[in-house]
């Protein structure tokens, strides 16, 4: 299988800052990452696929980058509903694997 | 508008079977395949199964294969994931996903999880 590492687990920010996520593949996936983000009690909504392709409805805010095995999901200007937990997710195979996540706190 | 309902959670012992349902609506069933993840509390995102759009596939985890059996009923635009043997690990929050934003490739079908029902809620315990 494919392991998915993100970095950080956990990030500290305020209302404004620039976010960065990490997210390294263990072997290279072309472009065929999504990033996902979930609030507590909710289910994961799809925000990014295919590395950078901005889902429908989803802020200017957030955009995705990388190919291979790095990747990163930034949102320019964090926002109060921006904290959240946000995964990264490869498709490239029949072995689907998630990152094990990224929770964004307010600093 | 597109609606994923699952059902079916519950608790049961470890070693019994249990049948998880997802209704969907608002989209052609047929043109889509469909998704179970799972999540443990207080733990990440976990695939768990796949089935095409026809049917006529299916995909496991490593760690449900020879236990879980995915399907779909077109007739009820209905998918189904029947859980034999569950163990402890397997308490989670089971949530069925739309296979979406896909793209047919030399590998095979290439697709996202678009949309996702509200989960189900599944506890192994004696």
């Known amino acids: 299988d494919i392991q998915m590492t993100q970095s950080p687990s956990t990030l500290s920010a305020s209302v404004g800052d620039r976010v960065t996520i990490t997210c390294r593949a263990s072997q290279t996936i072309t472009n065929w990452l999504a990033w996902y983000q979930q609030k507590p009690g909710k289910a994961p909504k799809l925000l990014i696929y295919?590395?950078?392709t901005l889902e429908s409805g989803v802020p200017s805010r957030f955009s995705g980058s990388g190919s291979g095995t790095e990747f990163t999901l930034t949102i320019s200007s964090l926002q109060p509903d921006d904290f959240a937990t946000y995964y990264c997710q490869q498709y490239d195979n029949y072995s689907l694997t998630f990152g094990g996540g990224t929770k964004v706190e307010i600093k | 508008q597109v609606q994923l309902v699952e059902s079916g959670g519950g608790v049961v012992q470890p070693g019994r079977s249990l049948r998880l349902s997802c209704a969907t609506s608002g989209f052609d069933f047929s043109g889509h395949g469909m998704h179970w993840v799972r999540q443990a509390p207080g733990k990440g995102l976990e695939w768990v199964a796949l089935i095409w759009y026809d049917g006529s596939n299916k995909y496991y985890a490593d760690s449900v294969k020879g236990r879980f059996t995915i399907s779909r009923d077109k007739s009820k635009n209905t998918v189904y994931l029947q859980m034999s043997d569950l163990r402890a690990d397997d308490t989670a929050v089971y949530y069925c996903?739309?296979?979406?934003?896909?793209?047919?490739?030399?590998?095979?079908?290439?697709?996202?999880?678009?949309?996702w029902g509200q989960g189900t809620l599944v506890t192994v315990s004696s």
């Open positions: 295919k590395a950078s």
């Open positions: 996903a739309r296979e979406g934003k896909w793209e047919l490739t030399v590998d095979g079908f290439k697709g996202v999880f678009d949309y």
